[in-house]
């Protein structure tokens, strides 16, 4: 019996108890489970998405720059702090000659930021380099595209499953930590049962 089917790389009950079980956690909301959805976790929310929808029709920023912003550590798309220490490069104001120009201004600033940092991390070279490719959108897409590739190899092999499976889970597990924990969301988790703890 499959619990959830992404695909034909489905988790059956039997390795989503095995996972509960080995991360010693305790099915008190029912039986074989941790939470009424099985693999329930945080996600990016709506207010996110739509603030980003209105800089962007706005013309603050383009397509370009969003997807520069989210190809940094693509793999961590929730509490990413190597992302988030690129904020610091981001202007707080920003002038051009026309509303149309806006993306083109705050990209140079940010550009300009980058350069001038000595000892740049591996974020701000990762950064640096997507707004300074000729199209970051399909960066960022082959990034994904590729994620999702190398991820479904290693569920598709019986060799690699088992051991790819718990990998994906403690990564769950550290975001509804991170969840719990942060002082932005917390509030949020209302109930216990809602993302429970060990």
Same mark, same amino acid.
Request: proline share 6%; no cysteine; hydrophobic share 45%.
């Given at each position: 019996t499959e619990v959830f089917t992404p695909g034909d790389l489905g988790l059956t009950v039997d390795e989503y108890e095995t996972l509960l079980i080995d991360a010693g956690i305790t099915t008190a909301c029912m039986p074989g489970r941790d939470t009424l959805f099985t693999w329930f976790g945080p996600e990016p929310s709506e207010f996110d998405r739509r603030m980003v929808e209105r800089l962007n029709k706005r013309g603050v920023v383009d397509d370009g720059f969003v997807a520069a912003a989210l190809g940094v550590d693509v793999e961590a798309p929730l509490f990413s702090d190597a992302r988030a220490s690129l904020l610091r490069h981001v202007p707080e104001s920003i002038t051009a000659p026309s509303r149309a120009l806006?993306?083109?201004?705050?990209?140079?600033? @940010?550009?300009?930021?980058?350069?001038?940092?000595?000892?740049?991390?591996?974020?701000?070279?990762?950064?640096?380099?997507?707004?300074?490719?000729? /199209?970051?959108?399909?960066?960022? *897409?082959? =990034? @994904?595209?590729?994620? &999702?590739?190398?991820?479904?190899? %290693? %569920?598709? *092999?019986?060799?690699? =499953?088992?051991?790819?499976?718990?990998?994906?889970?403690?990564?769950?597990?550290? /975001? =509804?930590?991170?969840?719990?924990?942060?002082? @932005?969301? =917390?509030?949020? /988790?209302?109930?216990?049962? &809602?993302?429970?703890? /060990?």
């Open positions: 806006l993306p083109d201004a705050l990209r140079a600033a @940010v550009i300009v930021s980058l350069e001038d940092t000595a000892m740049r991390s591996a974020a701000e070279e990762d950064f640096l380099a997507l707004l300074q490719s000729a /199209n970051p959108v399909a960066e960022l *897409d082959g =990034r @994904v595209q590729d994620y &999702l590739s190398r991820t479904q190899a %290693l %569920l598709a *092999d019986p060799a690699t =499953r088992d051991a790819h499976l718990p990998a994906l889970f403690e990564r769950l597990l550290v /975001n =509804r930590e991170t969840f719990r924990s942060s002082e @932005v969301s =917390r509030p949020l /988790n209302e109930f216990r049962g &809602l993302l429970p703890s /060990n």
